[in-house]
């Protein structure tokens, strides 16, 4: 029987125990793969360590001589008391407590408006001018 087959039959078998139809040289030890594993492990932590080493020690090196820089140019003000009102504008909205509305009592078509809208109007001041020819009629009938 081929050795991939053996395998497969073996794994197949064990269904939970991987090493107990093995032979002895063919058995996994799992102690030695773990120690292996922190063993990698160990040496890529100290590999990383020597780069940022090599690292840290090639940015330490001679600087460049330092060129002797102008003072800063700054502005002067000269600064005096005086008064200040202190001023809040802020965002509002406004309603009105009392609302007019304007309306004719007698049916018609509007000849012209007696008054400009937002201005204050006197008690018995002419409001509309209506046409009056629809009311004559009406009355001329009548009587």
């Not at 012209?112 to 008690?123: A, L, Q, Y």
């Amino acid at each position: 029987m081929p050795l991939n087959s053996q395998v497969c039959m073996h794994m197949h078998i064990l269904a939970g125990r991987r090493n107990a139809l093995l032979p002895a040289y063919r058995q996994l030890n799992f102690r030695y793969l773990y120690r292996l594993a922190m063993e990698v492990n160990w040496i890529k932590l100290r590999m990383a360590g020597t780069v940022t080493g090599m690292l840290v020690l090639a940015a330490c090196g001679p600087k460049p001589p330092e060129q002797p820089s102008k003072p800063p140019e700054v502005g002067v003000i000269t600064v005096s008391p005086q008064a200040v009102s202190t001023t809040t504008e802020l965002p509002g909205r406004t309603n009105a407590f009392l609302v007019a509305q304007v309306r004719a009592r007698v049916d018609g078509i509007v000849l012209r408006r007696g008054f400009t809208e937002g201005d204050d109007v006197k008690e018995g001041q002419r409001l509309y001018k209506i046409d009056p020819a629809p009311t004559r009629a009406v009355r001329e009938t009548r009587f």
